[in-house]
């Protein structure tokens, strides 16, 4: 079965060429002529891996092509994946399977209400890549990724394919515990370093400020059902800190950049998910209207 992946970017092409290496048949889907047009001058996707730039000549198409899609991989971010999703919705065959890899949450519900003869299966990674040049990518950093369907707990019967393409992964049925996870530690950390213009470790230096919103956090946590996802999230959130003292967080390298952020799908989605719990979240809240000043302030999306 042909793996569709919408998006060569940096994970779409970490995949793509994980996956065509392992002689699976895959097909890049690319957003207009000019980007498909790019696509064939540079002569396919290009890895980096361990050292090694290796070029992989994988067949790519438009969204308007013809070929039904029984399995998609969408690898936009979290503000492009639904659009995305659309525009090669007519193809979707019905009990198609989409891979969601985007960070954050909202983007997927909104995927899987719009799509309900899709099964929707949740991807959270912590592998790194990076775009060097267009259809050129540096795997660099090795991970997991932990794969689940919030509706079902049935493993798909491909993951063993995944897993033979050398591609890290871990069936979870909490998958929404670990996205929870994964969304409080990145609103604990990501936007302090946005505001305060400095690199995870500065955040030692304000303790307090990160302690009080690890309390609000575990408090949405508990309110949404993900009591699990909030056992120890203070410490581990310190944890990551120390351990990365010296890192850019992702948000401040995109701000750094001059590109958009997934703020909508991180702290947006925590106070929206507040609100519609009736959740009074004050440091929250306040963290995320200084947010989106400061990026209107450098001229980038707040949503
Ligand atoms: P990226 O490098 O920006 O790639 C996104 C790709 O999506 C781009 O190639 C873009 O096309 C493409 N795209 C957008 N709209 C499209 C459309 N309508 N049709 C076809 N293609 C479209 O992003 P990324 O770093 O791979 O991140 C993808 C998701 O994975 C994000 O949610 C991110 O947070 C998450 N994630 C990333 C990493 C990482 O290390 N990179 C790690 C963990 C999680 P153009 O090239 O034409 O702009």
Redesign the pocket.
């Known amino acids: 079965m042909t793996w569709h992946i919408?998006?060569?970017?940096?994970?779409?092409?970490l995949w793509a060429c994980r996956l065509a290496q392992a002689g699976a048949p895959v097909r890049l889907?690319?957003?207009d002529a000019a980007?498909l047009a790019a696509y064939r001058q540079a002569g396919g996707l290009a890895l980096q891996q361990d050292g090694h730039w290796q070029r992989l000549a994988i067949a790519a198409e438009l969204?308007g092509a013809e070929a039904p899609i029984t399995r998609l991989l969408v690898?936009?971010?979290?503000y492009?994946?639904e659009?995305?999703v659309a525009?090669v919705a007519r193809r979707l065959v019905a009990g198609c399977e989409l891979l969601l890899?985007?960070?954050?949450l909202g983007s997927q519900q909104a995927i899987a209400a719009r799509w309900p003869q899709a099964r929707c299966l949740f991807v959270s990674?912590?592998?790194?890549?990076?775009?060097h040049a267009?259809f050129q990518v540096v795997f660099?950093?090795r991970g997991q990724n932990w794969l689940g369907d919030p509706q079902d707990p049935t493993p798909p019967a491909w993951l063993a394919t995944l897993e033979q393409a050398g591609i890290p992964l871990q069936w979870t049925p909490a998958i929404l515990a670990r996205l929870w996870r994964k969304l409080a530690l990145n609103c604990a950390i990501n936007p302090l370093t946005v505001l305060h213009d400095c690199r995870n470790g500065g955040l030692l230096a304000r303790r307090d400020e990160v302690l009080a919103l690890c309390d609000e956090l575990a408090r949405l946590l508990q309110a949404v059902g993900q009591a699990q996802a909030a056992d120890d999230l203070a410490d581990e959130v310190l944890r990551v800190i120390e351990a990365t003292a010296a890192n850019l967080s992702?948000m401040q390298q995109d701000v750094a950049a001059g590109r958009r952020t997934?703020i909508a799908?991180l702290l947006g989605h925590a106070c929206r998910t507040a609100a519609d719990h009736a959740l009074a979240l004050p440091r929250l809240q306040a963290l995320d209207e200084r947010l989106r000043q400061c990026l209107a302030a450098r001229g980038l999306p707040t949503d």
């Open positions: 919408l998006g060569a970017g940096s994970l779409g092409s889907i690319l957003r980007r969204p690898a936009c971010k979290a492009d994946a659009a995305a525009s890899l985007q960070n954050g990674s912590t592998e790194g890549a990076y775009r267009d660099a950093g992702s997934e799908y």
